[in-house]
């Protein structure tokens, strides 16, 4: 297996402009986790899914932020519109729920937004 | 209260010493716990998982687990450079469906 996929690995955009982030979690795997990891917050979860059903988003930061799962195999999460605070390594991780539940990491998005 | 919470460190330890990571958890349901490893610029690495209390061993690293402390920590045993890196806690808070937490991450360096 591939892994958990993510695309693109860097994106330097502008402020205002709208950014999606995309992911395609290791085949089999039912659960997705979308994270935001900064030098100042570590690791914050900010959704995840179960069977494509968004659970809890109580960590996406405000409104601006959305993601969507209209699959198993694909999930986005958008900015719009983007901020200069937004800047962050965001990372999508898959597991099993019902196996031994280990999520494993994509290799990231860099998001600079200037 | 953090849900996770660890010592940000950084943690200093001689080669061949045995490094000791710890982490404190809120949700008392939680019924799965995991150790990752992230190189600087990398993504996180699952390097051991613990379901149940007490000690979990492979190879040099030892899990260890207490419930009704809240307590995980991870052992690593003849500490080598390469082991220089953070250390993430991870939790799957309790509850039907999956909530994986993370602490903040320990950044430990080993000295040759």
């Known amino acids: 297996d591939a892994g958990v996929i993510q695309s693109p690995r860097h994106e330097v955009t502008e402020m205002g402009q709208e950014v999606t982030l995309r992911c395609k979690p290791i085949?089999?795997?039912?659960?997705l986790f979308w994270y935001r990891q900064t030098m100042m917050r570590g690791l914050e979860l900010l959704i995840y899914f179960n069977n494509n059903v968004p659970i809890d988003d109580s960590g996406m930061p405000e409104d601006r932020f959305s993601a969507k799962m209209p699959n198993a195999s694909f999930s986005t999460l958008k900015i719009q519109p983007s901020e200069p605070r937004d800047s962050a390594v965001y990372f999508c991780?898959?597991?099993?729920?019902?196996?031994?539940?280990?999520?494993?990491f994509g290799q990231g998005t860099r998001l600079t937004v200037v | 209260q953090k849900e996770v919470e660890q010592n940000s460190g950084p943690l200093s330890v001689p080669e061949g010493a045995i490094a000791s990571l710890n982490c404190t958890y809120s949700?008392?349901?939680?019924?799965?716990f995991f150790w990752y490893r992230q190189y600087s610029g990398k993504s996180p690495e699952l390097i051991m998982s613990i379901y149940s209390n007490g000690d979990k061993e492979d190879g040099r690293f030892t899990a260890q687990l207490n419930k009704a402390s809240q307590y995980v920590s991870l052992l690593i045993r003849d500490s080598q450079p390469s082991d220089s890196a953070t250390y993430l806690c991870?939790?799957?808070?309790?509850?039907?469906?999956?909530?994986?937490?993370f602490g903040q991450g320990t950044r430990l360096t080993i000295n040759p």
């Open positions: 949700d008392r349901g939680s019924q799965s």
């Open positions: 991870a939790v799957n808070m309790g509850g039907g469906a999956q909530k994986l937490v």
């Open positions: 085949s089999g795997h039912n659960s």
């Open positions: 991780a898959s597991s099993f729920q019902g196996g031994n539940t280990e999520a494993f």
